[in-house]
């Protein structure tokens, strides 16, 4: 669906990824990281001074506008409809525009009306929304077109949380129909949540692309297991921790999931001592960024 290599434009640089038909992959990364500009260049509005792109097997630069229907793209602070039109003029404005049937038209207006909760401001000007508003309709005007590709710039910021439930709750929808979709934002609990992979994108580079199982196997296997203990402190010296903290009758041991695993701890625990509570604290996906850029800066300064 989308390939770049070696990519050189603006920040971005050294950059190698392919995103396959219906993946839902979520860019992270600082403000200032390249997560706008590798849209832009993905979309065609960018041209890379180097390498290339193919967007849905095209280059997207050169065929700019000959996707129609085919690629979605919302960028935060540019806006797809006229500031004098209603939300409903807006919408039906994209119907007319991208020649969608008028039946097909009203089954999506109805339903993303809805699902979104714009009917009641549906006559109003785009002007006159407030922001939050203004993201509900924008991002309808977006997922109306049934694109093969959606592109999407912090598409959830200015909603309010049932605003952003609908929209993730869409997005997940679509990607199961086959929908591909690449979403940037500074959210990761939500990154997490929804995206089947992940691109962490650091000044420019490509720190990380692929499942956040394989992130959390190959740089984020160290968990914490918070015990209550009922009895004496157990003899730990057969286990290949980390560290451990004892204190009173709290136990805190930090190990590597990838060589020893909690039932494993468990069991040898339980045979020395009574425990009343249990609690498994894996790295959330905050967590493992942090470690990734860690692991990535140390291996840049040993290669110095």
Known sequence: MITLESVSKFIISDFHIHIPQGECVGLIGVS????????KLMSGLLAPKHGYIRTIGRNPVREKGTYGRDMGIFLTGKSNLENQDTAREALEMLCHVYRIPKEEFHRSYEALSERFAFREYEEKRI????????????????????????????????????????????LEE???????????????????????RIALIDEGKLLF???????????????????????????LEDLPLKKYEAEQDMLRLFYDANLVSAAEIIGLILKQTQVKEIQVIKPNLTDMI?????????ELNRGK
């Open 127 to 170: 002007k006159d929304l407030s922001l939050g508003q203004r993201m509900r309709v924008e991002l309808a005007a977006v997922l109306m077109l049934k694109p093969k590709l959606l592109l999407l710039d912090e598409p959830d910021i200015g909603l309010d949380e049932n605003g952003k439930a609908a929209f993730w709750k869409i």
């Open 174 to 196: 679509e990607r199961r129909k086959g929908m591909t979709i690449v979403v940037s934002s500074h959210n990761p609990v939500e990154i997490s949540r929804h995206c089947s």
């Open 209 to 235: 692309y692929g499942t956040e199982k394989r992130l959390r196997s190959k740089y984020a296997s160290m968990d914490i297991m918070q015990l209550k203990l009922d009895g004496k402190i157990p003899d």
């Open 32 to 39: 200032g990281a390249g997560k706008t500009t590798l849209l």
């Open 290 to 298: 942090m470690q990734l850029k860690g692991v990535k800066e140390d």
